[in-house]
């Protein structure tokens, strides 16, 4: 993976196939702090103990048509080479929260790269999933919550060219308005 | 977060979203089935998905419905995608970069002449 985004995208992944009804994505760059952090939290099935314990393991994964699950144990790694952290909280009928922590200013830090492709992967392809992205640059937030939108939309699919088109653009502009300004 | 008056645009595009449907002749449901898994999103799959979204955008294509699915066991073939039209039998394709992507759509959703030189017997 080249990017953070992507990694986001595939720690969602998981959310979606954990059965997740809400997906909450929040991802907060504090450069006083030179923190870069990312979490995902889902309402799906959950894991025990044992499985969170076992779940960086590069052999162990869900999937049935391969031994070995490389999402989560390349996650980590990215995060402990940049002064960071991988940390996994789960209950077992409740949910899971991915939290990802790295230095911002590490020389081995990939970029986050292309946020905004990946909120509107996640939400056209996964529409029976309530997605909210929260994402902060220092004290500027884009907030976006797919309910009000879904409400509105009253079962028109997200599909259709003219609303998609209105998502691609809200999305993408803001992100783009938190972001700061590359001189 | 959506504004009071983009959610009012929302309101109006809602309609026109709804006109051109009633328009649209019906030929099949056409489904496009965008492989997500790590090895897909390693792969490339997220640039895939956004060709794909960005031609429905820009032809003005409705009526197509697009979804993910995990790893199907042949990962040094992605990214994959899948397209079902109406009752017909899915057709899978390998190594779709978002070229190859918008020539399925052009040709296969748009026209229903599949791109044989990317189709995975599966």
């Known amino acids: 993976m080249r990017e953070l985004s992507l990694h986001l995208l595939d720690i969602a992944e998981n959310s979606v196939a954990a059965g997740a009804r809400t997906i909450r994505i929040n991802v907060r760059e504090d450069l006083a702090a030179d923190r870069l952090y990312l979490a995902v939290q889902d309402n799906g099935k959950g894991m025990d103990a044992a ?3 076992r779940v960086t393991d590069p052999f162990v994964t869900s ?13 980590k790694e990215a995060a402990e080479l940049c ?20 230095q911002h200013s590490n020389i081995d830090r990939m970029p986050l790269g292309d946020l905004a492709s990946t909120f509107l992967t996640l939400l056209i392809s996964s529409p029976e999933v309530n997605w909210v992205f929260h994402y902060q640059v220092n004290q500027q937030i884009f907030f976006f919550d797919d ?36 001189s | 977060m ?3 008056k983009s959610l009012e645009d929302l309101k109006k595009l809602r309609e026109e979203a709804l006109e051109k449907r009633r328009v649209k002749t019906a030929s099949g449901q056409v489904q496009v089935i965008v492989g997500m898994g790590t090895c897909g999103i390693a792969a490339g799959a997220r640039d895939t998905m956004k060709a794909i979204l960005e031609y429905i955008e820009k032809e003005s294509v ?38 190859t992507a918008r020539r399925i759509m052009k040709e296969h959703v748009g026209t229903g002449a599949p791109v044989s030189d990317h189709v995975l017997p599966v």
């Open chain 1, 83 to 102: 002064r960071g952290y991988l940390r996994i909280t789960s209950e077992v009928g409740q949910g899971t929260l991915v939290e990802v922590e790295f």
């Open chain 1, 63 to 75: 999937r049935t048509t391969r031994k070995v699950g490389l999402g989560l144990p390349l996650l």
């Open chain 1, 147 to 182: 309910a009000l939108v879904k409400e509105e939309l009253q079962g028109v699919p997200m599909t259709e060219p003219v609303i998609l088109g209105f998502l691609h653009e809200l999305l993408f502009n803001g992100v783009a308005s938190v972001q700061p300004v590359v």
């Open chain 2, 2 to 4: 959506p504004t009071v």
């Open chain 1, 51 to 53: 499985t969170v314990a």
């Open chain 2, 62 to 99: 409705s009526g197509v419905v697009v979804t993910q699915t995990g790893c199907i066991g042949m990962c040094e073939k992605e990214p994959i995608v899948q397209v079902v039209i109406g009752e017909q039998a899915k057709v899978t394709y390998g190594k779709v970069n978002p070229e």
